[in-house]
């Protein structure tokens, strides 16, 4: 009798174990509903860092020099991009106007006391950076002289007065400062409100904010080569033109070397005699409403291709 009940008790025992592990297997089979939950929180957190990342790419694309907007001509783009190679170089002052187009040492600026180390420095100026990036650009030396010289250039396509700020603006047109005088800055837009540019000495080439305000001059679209009719180029240093064809009449500009100038028509006016030459034919260049003895003008003489004026 005593075994029996024994038994019982044993079956009864193993039954009440098994009915409590089948509980407890259905208990931990259930358990994975909150597993949507848990997925939702994961796919946020992944959304999340996405959109972070985005973020982040947009705030590195502020400070990134490269062409930010669509329009530009393949001239234009190929400037920007020679430009932005130079990213991190210094600016020196007179840097950028050697022979050819390329980095130089620096001068002095007897008014700017952060220029003392630019002759130790190899590196550009402003219209020494925009110089050698049309240069690669475009080939030759399509815009050399300062920042005046480049701002009226014959290559310039279009002109944009300060009025009309960033709005027409394409990568690659050119940004110029001093409205109240000779022009003195200029700089490379790149699209979406920024530029890279040389900007003083103590610096190095970097991409900004445009700045609209203070002696914010306009903006200047630099043409094809080829667009650019009766191209010529100056020769000697510290030429003056004039405000007639002679050289009693005031002096207007003065070019401290070599020159890319339009030439719109030609007259024999007074003789000129300079660096071993004679010459009674002298140019009107009209960027700058002044006269120049042919003389200083690359070429014959009488130059091939130009009408007579009036």
């Known amino acids: ?22 509980g ?29 990342a985005k973020t982040a790419k947009a705030a590195n694309a502020a400070g990134t020099c490269a062409v930010l907007a669509p329009g530009a001509s393949a001239v234009a783009e190929k400037a920007v991009a020679a430009a932005c190679e130079q990213i991190g170089v210094w600016y020196t ?46 080939g030759g030396d399509p815009l050399t002289g300062n920042a005046h010289h480049q701002f009226h250039s014959p290559r310039v396509q279009q002109r944009f007065t300060a ?15 001093g409205s109240g005088g000779p022009i003195h800055h200029i700089a490379i837009y790149l699209g979406a409100g920024k530029m890279v540019e040389a900007r003083e000495s103590g610096t190095r080439i970097t991409v900004s904010d445009v700045r609209l305000d203070g002696d914010y001059a306009g ?45 719109e028509c030609q007259k024999h006016a007074e003789p000129v005699t300079a660096e071993g030459y004679t010459n009674d034919a002298w140019s ?10 042919n003389i200083y003008i690359k070429g014959a003489a009488w130059l091939d291709g130009v009408r007579t004026c009036p």
Do not use: N
């Open 1 to 22: 009798m005593t075994m029996r009940r024994t038994a019982v008790a044993a079956a009864t025992a193993a039954l009440t174990l098994l009915a409590a592990w089948e």
């Open 24 to 52: 407890a297997h259905s208990a931990t089979a259930a358990t994975p509903a909150p597993a949507p939950a848990a997925k939702t929180a994961k796919a946020a957190k992944t959304v999340e860092t996405v959109e972070t």
């Open 93 to 138: 002052w007179g840097g950028g106007h050697g022979p050819q187009p390329g980095p130089t040492y620096g001068q002095v600026d007897p008014s700017d006391p952060d220029s003392a180390h630019d002759p130790e420095r190899l590196g550009f100026d402003c219209s020494g950076l925009v110089r050698y990036a049309y240069a690669r650009a475009a």
């Open 163 to 177: 009025a009309q700020a960033t709005g027409p603006l394409l990568p690659g047109d050119l940004l110029a400062w």
């Open 219 to 263: 903006a200047v679209r630099i043409a094809p080569p080829a667009a650019a009719p009766g191209t010529f180029s100056t020769w000697g240093t510290d030429v003056w033109t004039h405000r007639e064809p002679s050289t009693t009449s005031p002096r207007v500009h003065k070019f401290p070397g070599p020159t890319t100038v339009r030439i």
């Open 284 to 293: 009107y260049l009209p960027e700058y409403g002044a006269w120049i003895t």
